[in-house]
């Protein structure tokens, strides 16, 4: 029983991704798109990174913003790949 | 797939009662869902915590106050009604709420029992 | 194939809702059945027939019919939203497109039932 | 006396609107000078003469009616802002209340060099 | 040369009062109103106190949140005094 | 009281490009005061920060790309575009933006330089 949580906040702006990682579980997969991409930025991504939690990055929402994406961290995915995952997951929760 | 007749559904409120309408927009879904006889549980993480403490009177600043709706879940059947202990000690706030069903429930209980859901709103 | 329900709760002039536009587009593309798209909050003025964007920014409205059309892809504009944002049909004014349904939040209740995953955006 | 402008950026179903005319009301009573209202972004909805509250919520329309008869107080509405949010005036079709002037940016321009102070809400 | 500051927006949920505090200066005031009250319970609220900024609530507002006010450091104030500061000072700028 | 004939303005901008439409909202305004001859400045702060970096592209995210208008300032006579250096070091960002005449000021003078205009609108 899988999460999928969608982060669409910039963590420097709302309370939104803070929120999220209180929720988030060990068998959870992350997606970091629209605003969310400046989270990549952002000191609290270390906390998900050591939880071990596969964190996606919708590729053209952090592209369209300058933000560069480290491969060796990060999964750059499509939106093709966003509608498997919603697919794959049992439930998805939208912190926005 | 099998559709599921009833399918479980948590509301997870992050918002303050009175500066933006998400309480209310949460709370007019909770009730169409118990009315419909749906299980549906409440959950309070972050500002959303605001929602639940006592002494509030909306009407002051011009609110309807629809905190005083919450009076009515045991007439919805609306009996679980979580809050995240993390968010309140960081206000500072205690366990006054001014309804009596609210479960105080650590950060990992609170995750748990909210992906425990088929569906999670949050507002 | 999985059966998807989706939420909108962002107006139309937010990039927000061109994400999900875009979702809904490829996941039809792809095969998943979206049983219906539920307008709530700020999004139901998606469903204004008056918006007049400049022509160089993306037509959010346009993009609603033509799924709707191309896909029979139902969208459920919630009244109570609409009616609190100046948004109703009364006597010889037409304000909602027709392309939307106009419904209450019992039709979240259904399509909640009806769906695998319920989407918010 | 001063000469205060205010803007306006929420939509009448927020309590951050009731905060604002609660303000540009003390103000006229006690003889402050409000020598106009611009509203901008999400603001316009102020101007729908099609909003349907609850009768139990504050009537936000009918109370900038009340506060433009009582002091003629001006209010400005951004052309542009209003558009994009579905709020036109065409043909047979109109939207926007009789006490609210329809105005564009450069009306911002006038009110920030007439007034002492801005106020921004 | 004065500013008031109208904090709207809580600092559990934005980062508007953060912004706030980066620009105020010695000679200002604050006026926590709306979800702005609910800042006398964050941690940042020391911060003002420290720099000896004059920090008034609109009571009502903090009131209709069951908020309480401590008079040894906060000013209690009416929408009354409100327009009066807003008059009192240069220029405004609203943290929302 | 004399009414002063040009009062300058000072557009805080507090939010990133894309996600709401604060920035193109403030553009707005500033291009109307800069044709207007008004003496208008724009301040960045917090994520408002992001509105000035290097190879953004908000084509890919079918946004009409409104800081492609940042270039046409020098035409509308507006110079003094200012930048919280605090903000950028918060998200690690270099002196690299899209247009020139960008000023990167500590806190301490990016406050001093904000308020040293007569009216202050933040978006």
């Known amino acids: 029983m899988t999460t999928l949580h969608l982060v669409r906040q910039s963590a420097f702006n709302t309370n939104d991704f803070a929120q999220c990682i209180e929720i988030i579980n060990d068998n959870d997969a992350i997606v970091l798109l629209d605003d969310g991409c400046y989270n990549l930025h952002h000191p609290l991504i270390n906390n998900v990174i050591n939880q071990n939690v596969p964190i996606n990055v919708l590729a053209q929402h952090a592209v369209a913003r300058a933000i560069s994406i480290d491969e060796s961290l990060f999964l750059q995915v499509s939106m093709n790949d966003l509608v498997s995952l919603t697919c ?9 | ?34 009315s419909f006889e749906q299980d549906v549980s409440l959950f309070f993480q972050g500002d959303g915590v605001w929602q639940l403490i006592n002494s509030q009177d909306g009407e002051i600043i011009s609110v309807r106050d629809y905190l005083k709706t919450f009076s009515a879940f045991e007439f919805y059947d609306i009996e679980n009604i979580y809050v995240n202990k993390t968010s309140l000690t960081e206000r ?32 | 194939m999985k059966k998807i329900a989706v939420i909108i709760t962002t107006p139309p002039f937010s990039n927000l809702t061109v994400t999900a536009l875009n979702y809904i587009e490829t996941a039809l593309n792809t095969g ?11 999004a139901v003025l998606n469903a204004s027939s008056h918006i007049r964007l400049a022509n160089d920014e993306y037509q959010t409205t346009q993009q609603w019919l033509k799924l709707h059309n191309k896909y029979q892809l139902p969208l459920h504009l919630c ?7 100046g948004l109703t049909d009364c006597n010889s004014v037409q304000l909602i497109a027709n392309s939307f349904t106009i419904s209450g939040l019992g039709e979240l209740v259904e ?11």
Chains 1, 5 share one sequence.
């Open chain 1, 88 to 96: 794959n997951h049992d439930r998805v929760i939208t912190w926005q």
């Open chain 2, 1 to 34: 797939m099998i559709n599921i007749a009833n399918k479980s559904l948590a509301i997870l409120n992050s918002k303050a009662p009175y500066g933006t309408t998400a309480g209310k927009d949460a709370l007019d879904i909770a009730l169409i869902f118990g």
């Open chain 2, 92 to 123: 500072n706030l205690t366990n006054n709420f001014h309804i009596k069903e609210v479960q105080v429930l650590s950060q990992s209980e609170f995750s748990k029992k909210l992906t425990s859901h088929q569906t999670v709103l949050r507002f």
């Open chain 3, 32 to 42: 998943v059945e979206i049983i219906g798209v539920f307008f709530y909050q700020d």
């Open chain 3, 79 to 85: 009244v109570t939203a609409a009616e609190k944002r």
């Open chain 3, 111 to 121: 399509l909640n039932n009806k769906a695998d995953t319920v989407v918010q955006f």
